[in-house]
């Protein structure tokens, strides 16, 4: 047997998923503090292994290989070891996300229903550049008992291969954990391997471009938990009030503009008095604005803005329920009717009413840590979080119960709710 | 424009779920209401037509192209009809399942982030010989302000267009009720078309046989709720109780043997006594008993039941976890440890202690409904009854609110649960 064969890595993964599944939350723990510990400790190791990353990728930046922005996500400070250390102990502070009950029933008398929440199974993590993806990411595979398969970018291999090292080191040292709940994988081959391996893979996540977003979702029959393009839209409403508008939209535009939860399209309600003004302001703020159909489509990621009037609130939800990526999209307004319309009938992860498109994060929205941001319109949608990863099974206990009693009248169920 | 082209019946469908999903409680129970009263009105013509259906059926049958379970699927009386029609109201009498507030937080003062349940969009459902499928699957889909698009299977195409018929009459009648939210096609192609959809169809639904549910799961990137396979399994520990074991096991395997929740592999501990005359007695009651490894991956939907001794609750469960195809699988045993054991250690939709696998349907759940049973991972997994139809959108509303604030520490979160 080929052990670095993907195959075989991924039904390890499997056998493997059936013992992480029953660990108690202290085992999970403790594991992740010393995930924490090991990472604190080994910095100097990690930073080492980053600078022979920066070195190469400056090279394919010099030579117009690789973007600058690639290149600082690539880079590993103390500031985003500190995070990630961090990171690491909030997702162990979060409640157990494992064997919860979420619904108990009695069928019968002495017949009971429960639905509790359980692992997904194997998770197959694609990542471009970001190295502090991998601690992230096994963290929270880990918090909810998945077993995860990773595979980051070239550019960050050497980094990548650090981090993972700390992290097995720092597994081993509990004698409870099953060995191989976090794998890396590094050729392209291997991708495409993971991505017909819907045997024993449940769910892959990518975490970058859309263009990778795009490719994996197009090629396997594995669900994909993401989202590829990030059409997010701002609609200033007649009575929108000036300055909401104005700091909401330079906000949701200019405070990190390659997000996927920044505003590209702008749609101003014809009859909203200041528009001139507030054009002047945002352009004021160095937005550069467009007004041509092209670019309904498209995700500029820069400080660039499309723009266009529309003649109503149900305009400005049609273009949105047309064009949007059904990411996050906001309306300003001060009336309450145009909000709750807007509100209820646009068909995005996130519909928002007078704040910035930005919050749509999972650290925002309070949920801990994310492993991503879902377009999906099953499963999971928006940012997500531990729960995102969890999936139920449903338990049926009873004293020797059979349908043929119920189906010929001898017994009647009560369905009673305990819980 | 071609009306019939099935591009464009999903566009259509696209749009008028963009109207669905708004729809108030009281105008689908209004159409549901008028659904179950127009069957009931129209059974003659319903009746009539699946006589044509039947005659054609049974000359199928004669020359061996048709089994004579499928025919029995396809034949409509008194008391499906009566079934099919309490089924609807009893669909309308079920809680409302869309704009549930899941979450409410407070992210910071007057910035609340809601979590609402939301239709998932478009259905499209692909279902073999039963006719009354259509009518509890729209019922299912209108309740949950979904748009369904519906291919039956040609054997009964007569049924079907009546139905439909019925049903586009009665909906017709609520004047607030977008047009199309329910739509049938016919022909292969449209099926091939419906599967290469993905722009416009969020979540196939197939109700059919195995061959049916993997050639669907095969050729689609769209994700699909069901399952292909039903080989579930029980284990007789060595503390069960004869007298359980031996309902349990008739029941699950006699009281309805095509169903996908009968047992087609039991597994007996080598140390349980009464191991031959429980065989015995099997025998007796009409079971063609099999010991042969091919047997493992075998669903007889017959009256043949696998068995297979193994030497601890160990064995059991990693039999099970490997050859069992998720569905539902259970223990027989007196042992409170064992039962535990098992229950979290087998990876299935149903885990059952002390009961028949037969149990596994939304209606003995008391879900009311189902639109299936799915052995997926992700989004729904078990019987799935409204609530699997459904996904949720984050609303966020504030009063200007900006990123940067939180970002540069001029405000804090507070991320304090209202819900």
Redesign the interface.
Known sequence: MDENNFLNIAKKAKEV??KT??LSSDIKNKALSEMAKALDSKRDFIFEANKKDLQEASLMVEKGELSQSLYNRLKLDENKMRDMIQGIIDISNLPEPI?KTLLK?E?DEG?I?KKIS?P??VLGIIFEARPDVISQISALALKSSNVVILKGGREAVNTNKAIMEVIHTALSKVDELPEGIITQVFTRDDVAEMLKCDKYI??IIPRGGNSLVKFI??NT?I?V?GHADGICHLFVDKSA?F??AL??I???KT?YPSACNSVETLLIHKDFPNAEDLLEKLKSAGIKLISEPESWHKEYSDKILAYKFVDSVEAAIDHI?TYSSGHTD?IITEDKAS?DRF???V??????????T???DGF???FGAEVGIST????A???VGLEGLT??????????????D??DGTKK?T?KDIL
Request: positive net charge; contains cysteine; hydrophobic residues 30%.
């Open positions: 998923s059936k599944a029953v064997g029933r069928l017949l229903l359980c997904i199974g449940d769910l979702k197009e029959k669900p938990l009030d300055n909401k700091n909401i330079i906000d949701s405070q329920n906001g909000a509100l209820s009938a068909d995005s992860a996130g519909v928002y009413h007078n704040a910035s930005r919050f749509a925002r929205y309070g999906n319109k099953t499963h949608r928006g940012p999936i139920y099974k449903y338990t049926l206990e009873g004293c020797g119960q059979i349908v043929k119920y189906v169920f369905h």
